[in-house]
């Protein structure tokens, strides 16, 4: 647990997220705040409340466009897998191959979809986790301790992860 308390006290620091972290509290003029004082409860933008969802959503579109949280390659390689896992199989340019051949190209395509939603899952879970992580942050001061779920999930959400992983492909639990 300590490990994982420094880790959350670590990375909003990080020269990876202080970019972000500079532009919300430029963006909103958010006061610097220590730990131990009072949360910012109301944000106002050009003289307008803000909800606080509004603004987490502002940190979510950040940290989603940030090119610092992937190398670049990485990152390319991940939209194209969000376009390929959200659209239907196209497979007209198969009708001229054997129906074997055919059926095991389909059955290999759906499986590579599966195992792309459950890529994107995790992805989708870890910039979730960012974005919560920054919006604590910059709301309280305060760290949140980063969770292994994330990365290495614990015994318990172990099983979860392989379930998530057999609805998204063709095995079954």
């Given at each position: 647990m300590e490990e994982s308390k420094l880790l959350g006290t670590l990375l909003p620091s990080s020269p990876d997220f202080l970019p972000i972290v500079r532009a919300i509290r430029e963006k909103y003029q958010l006061p610097e705040i220590s730990p131990g004082d009072d949360p910012i409860t109301e944000i106002f933008l050009?003289?307008?409340?803000?909800?606080?969802?509004?603004?987490?959503?502002?940190i979510k579109a950040l940290v989603g466009n940030s090119?610092?949280?992937?190398?670049?390659?990485?990152?390319?390689?991940?939209?194209?897998?969000?376009?390929?896992?959200?659209k239907p199989l196209d497979m007209h340019e198969?009708?001229?191959?054997?129906?074997?051949?055919?059926?095991?190209?389909?059955?290999?395509?759906?499986?590579?979809?599966?195992?792309?939603?459950?890529?994107?899952?995790?992805i989708d879970q870890f910039h979730s986790a960012i974005v919560d992580m920054l919006y604590i942050y910059l709301l309280t001061k305060e760290s949140q301790e980063v969770h292994r779920?994330?990365?290495?999930?614990?015994?318990?959400?172990?099983?979860?992860?392989?379930?998530?992983?057999?609805?998204?492909?063709?095995?079954?639990?």
């Open positions: 050009n003289g307008e409340p803000v909800t606080l969802e509004g603004f987490r959503q502002e090119a610092d949280n992937l190398p670049s390659e990485a990152s390319k390689i991940i939209m194209r897998a969000k376009a390929f896992v959200e198969l009708e001229s191959c054997p129906e074997k051949m055919k059926q095991a190209l389909i059955q290999f395509c759906k499986v590579a979809q599966g195992i792309g939603r459950f890529v994107v899952r995790i779920g994330i990365a290495s999930p614990p015994s318990a959400a172990r099983n979860d992860t392989n379930s998530l992983f057999c609805q998204t492909t063709l095995l079954k639990p």
